[in-house]
């Protein structure tokens, strides 16, 4: 589950919080942002979002549309000619990615953007050297055009980047146009299911 599914997963079970839904988020976004979070200094709301994010992800990792929907686009990225590694990253991150599309320019992202204008309240997790990092990535973020998860070739190019330290996973650059035309042809599957299993998830995590 990617940023935009925690913050659905955290606003269904009751969360509006811009600190919760900021705690919900910071588990994703400190790979992204190159930061290490030191999740026992997070306290109060920020924590609780936190704690909610591990809990999200373990009920959505196991729900059955998605491990279903991962191992088809897996597959299908393998009948492509992609390698095992790539495939299985893509196929992995590539649905969670596709899921966060079908909550573009909705409140979900709203409520997203108002936890990143409150990512000061990270600091006490953050190493000195972390905190010019997450600085930095906090205005780009702010800086940054827009969400575009809805666009299979805007999503190809995102794992591209994400693989591309990862030697066994990364993706080579003339199979990207290949892997968003799979992640097009996968899409409306995903948002086929997208309501149920965030609504699942929501159900877990607050059952808990």
């Not at 929907?69 to 393998?78: E, F, K, P, Q």
């Not at 909705?106 to 997450?134: I, K, S, V, Y």
């Not at 948002?191 to 877990?204: I, K, M, P, S």
């Amino acid at each position: 589950m990617n940023f935009l599914g925690h913050t659905h997963v955290a606003l269904a079970g009751g969360e509006d919080d811009p600190a919760f839904v900021l705690g919900a988020v910071l588990p994703d976004l400190a790979p992204m942002a190159g930061i290490r979070l030191a999740h026992r200094q997070l306290e109060g709301t920020v924590g609780a979002g936190v704690r909610c994010h591990l809990r999200a992800d373990a009920a959505f990792h196991a729900d059955p549309r998605f491990r279903a929907g991962s191992r088809a686009l897996r597959v299908a990225l393998a009948e492509r000619g992609v390698a095992s590694g790539p495939a299985r990253a893509v196929g992995h991150a590539g649905w969670e990615l596709l899921l966060d599309g079908t909550l573009v320019a909705t409140a979900t992202e709203d409520a997203f953007r108002a936890a990143m204008a409150q990512g000061d309240r990270a600091l006490p997790a953050l190493a000195r050297d972390d905190r010019e990092r997450w600085a930095a990535f906090l205005a780009r973020r702010h800086a940054s055009p827009g969400l575009h998860y809805d666009d299979p070739a805007w999503v190809a190019d995102r794992l591209y980047g994400m693989l591309a330290r990862r030697p066994r996973l990364a993706l080579p650059a003339e199979q990207v146009p290949l892997v968003a035309d799979v992640l097009a042809a996968h899409a409306p599957g995903v948002e086929e299911v997208a309501g149920e299993v965030l609504d699942a998830t929501a159900r877990q995590v607050t059952a808990r």
